[in-house]
């Protein structure tokens, strides 16, 4: 018989988990608080470890209009020279997978069809929307706010980084730390950008689908900077940046342009002139989230965010979410049976935390300074108490490069030779 699963959240990690489940045979029904279940928002990078995860699910690159990242284009932000380079061509030979740029609309709507597709492996997915969770017991219920209640052998917490499942699992609320630094995002429509010479030369001078990570080198001390890259076959440019905190209410977009173009003053007029034609604009305030001790209480598991927030630096968050998804799909393979369900949330701890807390820690500095949070990365090493990578170079490769199916087919039958009598 396959389990009866509850997802909370349709976003990448619960999307991803569902899909996962899906095709293992199990029974999966997903419960979204908004109405469409379409995310807004801007671009992300898919690094090499989330597209290992993807490419197992079947998902098309393709259909959600991706792009290959072949190059770091570091540049001054006020002169736009390059500085720098940091060659991505080479990463499939050396992480075993591709690295992409794609706008998160699209990265959903494929996973939708992952999900819902009728003819695709196993049971589609029940998808129910406008369901908000209220909470959820260990042993398997959640509460809508409309005070419905439902039941499964397992639930997927993958409620985000506001998540109200967390506690059930955790019993403490884990404040964040605020950093001092801000987010924001902005997008331009490729053609606009295109029918203005001086924007045009910019986007040249940045490279088509080259990362342009666009440096400030007016005042060094601070943390601010603006990366730039392209999505949907190039329709679209996309930007992030990272800035001290100021005031200002980071969902009025005239407000954040405003800012914005305050808080990037010295860069160079073509960028601001990007700002001032953008749309989309948002930015929001990033905290640091502790690594939780434990993942899951009974029949209730985090994932994504809600398990595991952590800084854009790396650009981490949303693919270590589709790890844990795709953890999930392969640990449950050929469980019909509820009661193993706590031993094989026991292996996807094992299989899942540390990793992940070295990942969070090493997204709180920009990459080239992970000595600043070595001791801290120690502590989560794995085994616990052996090294772990500290220079750029290495982190990067033990990071992108990181196989989740081989981790948790390693634990597993570590765990499965555990249980056989000498
Ligand atoms: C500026 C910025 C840039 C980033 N760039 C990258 C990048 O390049 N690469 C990368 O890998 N990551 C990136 N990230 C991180 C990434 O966005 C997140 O880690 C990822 O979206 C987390 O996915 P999730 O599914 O856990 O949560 P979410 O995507 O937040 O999804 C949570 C879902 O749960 C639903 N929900 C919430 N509460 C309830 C409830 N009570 N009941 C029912 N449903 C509920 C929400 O509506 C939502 O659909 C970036 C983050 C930021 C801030």
């Known amino acids: 018989m396959p389990l009866k699963i509850i997802v909370v959240g349709a976003g990448i990690g619960g999307l991803t988990a569902a899909v996962a489940l899906r095709q293992t045979g199990h029974e999966v029904e997903i419960f979204e608080k908004s109405a469409f279940a379409a995310e807004i928002g801007a671009a992300l990078m898919v690094c090499p470890n989330g597209t290992r995860v993807l490419s197992r699910l079947g998902f098309s690159f393709k259909n959600a209009r991706a792009g290959i990242l072949t190059k770091i284009n570091v540049m001054d932000g006020q002169t736009l020279e390059s500085t720098a ?33 009728e003819d695709g492996v196993g049971q589609p997915v029940k998808l129910r929307l406008s369901s908000e969770v209220a909470t959820a017991t260990t042993d398997g219920r959640i509460v809508l706010k409309d005070s419905s209640v439902h039941m499964a052998d397992l639930i997927v917490a993958a409620d985000g980084l506001k998540s109200v499942l967390q506690k059930i699992v955790t019993k403490k609320a884990e404040p964040p730390t605020a950093t001092g630094l801000s987010a924001f995002r902005f997008l331009l429509d490729t053609e606009v950008l295109k029918a203005d010479p001086k924007l045009a030369a910019t986007l040249e001078k940045k490279g088509s689908f080259d990362v342009g990570s666009l440096q400030d080198t007016h005042d060094p001390t ?17 930007f992030v940046g990272i800035h001290p905190t100021r005031e200002v209410n980071g969902d009025d977009q005239e407000e954040v342009k405003a800012a914005m173009l305050d808080e990037f003053k010295h860069f160079a007029p073509e960028l601001l002139e990007m700002i001032r034609r953008s749309s989309a604009a948002k930015c929001w305030p990033l905290f640091v989230h502790e690594p939780l001790s434990n993942w899951y209480n ?46 094989r949330l026991g292996v996807f701890q094992r299989a899942r935390a540390d990793r992940v807390a070295r990942v969070q820690i090493l997204s709180n500095v920009k990459l080239g300074r992970e000595k600043e949070v070595e001791e801290q990365v120690r502590r989560y ?30 634990i597993m039958a570590a765990s499965l030779n555990s249980h056989v009598p000498a």
């Not at 601070?222 to 996309?238: F, I």
């Not at 598991?301 to 998804?325: C, K, R, T, W, Y």
Request: net charge negative.
């Open 222 to 238: 601070k943390v601010r900077y603006m990366v730039w890259y392209e999505c949907r076959n190039g329709k679209t440019q996309n």
């Open 298 to 343: 009974d029949r209730v598991v985090l994932i994504g965010d809600s398990a595991h927030p952590m800084l854009p630096f790396n650009a981490q968050g949303a693919v270590s979410a589709m790890e844990d998804g795709g953890a999930l799909g392969f640990l449950f393979q050929n469980v019909d049976d509820a009661k193993l369900i706590p031993e």
């Open 381 to 410: 090493a794995d085994p616990r108490g052996s090294s772990v990578p500290t220079n750029m170079v290495e982190h990067v490769a033990h990071d992108y490069g990181y196989d989740v199916f081989a981790k948790c087919d390693e």
């Open 85 to 117: 380079a940091v060659d991505l061509s080479r990463a499939e030979e050396m992480f075993g997978a591709k690295l992409w740029a794609v706008h998160r609309v699209d990265l959903h709507k494929e996973l939708l069809r992952l999900a819902l597709d």
